[in-house]
């Protein structure tokens, strides 16, 4: 069974406290894996795809990497703007829709 | 203006009322999906939509049915609602497949069943 368990569930950073969350899969051959972000009372914001193991990509201060397992999003010195549930997506094999989400990561970045 | 529009924005209806959620878009994607979102659970997908013509079940869909009125309308409606069904909806569109597209999600229904 295709599965996608984030970790932690939640975390507390200091403004400027470096950090990572992260994403790890099970899946029957991977299509892509996705990072959203979701701020309270809104709707998913799409960050980043990443499609094979080493693969990274950067946007701002956050910065995602890939293996053949899991997925981190490195938080570098994060601002409190950077406070949202963050969201792990699988594709995988099996048909075009077929996606599976995580349950997400709550960061809380203080001032 | 929003891509992805949804509405109404909150609901609160009674046990076996039918309820009509709607949402358009001007992304001019094909592709279009519901979705709901519970406290501790992952998005699940309830109905995808390739075209008019091209309504599929996803992972959820018992309760609920749907309507492609247009490439850039989509609505779900629960035809006798029950409380088990009182969570977040949101609606998305895509370029192409999911599996390796990324999605644009609207704002989002808060729906109450009582």
């Known amino acids: 069974e295709d599965q996608v368990t984030q970790s932690p569930e939640a975390l507390r950073l200091q403004e400027g406290e470096s950090s990572s969350l992260n994403c790890s899969y099970t899946v029957s051959g991977l299509r892509g894996l996705f990072w959203y972000r979701q701020d309270p009372g809104k709707g ?10 080493g693969e990274e990509k950067e946007k701002e201060r956050l910065k995602a990497t890939l293996t053949k397992k899991e997925s981190f999003l490195h938080i570098t010195a994060p601002k409190p703007e950077d406070s949202a ?11 075009s829709e077929k996606l599976v989400f995580g349950k997400g990561t709550k960061l809380t970045v203080n001032p | ?39 501790g659970l992952g998005l699940r997908l309830i109905y ?42 949101f609606c998305a569109t895509s370029a ?6 990324e999605q644009f999600f609207g704002p989002g229904t808060r729906l109450t069943v009582l």
């Open chain 2, 96 to 101: 192409g497949p999911i599996s390796y597209n």
């Open chain 1, 44 to 53: 998913p914001e799409f960050l980043f795809t990443l499609y094979s193991a």
């Open chain 2, 48 to 89: 995808y939509s390739f075209d008019v013509k091209d309504i599929n079940k996803g992972e959820i869909s018992d309760g609920y049915s749907v309507s492609r009125q247009a490439q850039a309308k989509f609505s779900l409606s629960l035809e006798s609602a029950i409380p088990n069904q009182t969570a977040l909806y």
């Open chain 1, 85 to 95: 549930t963050y969201l792990c997506a699988v594709g995988a094999q099996g048909g």
């Open chain 2, 1 to 39: 203006d929003a891509d992805v529009t949804q509405t109404p924005r909150n609901r609160i209806t009674k046990t076996g009322k039918r309820i009509m959620l709607e949402c358009s878009q001007t992304k001019g994607h094909d592709r279009m999906y519901w979705y709901r979102q519970d406290p």
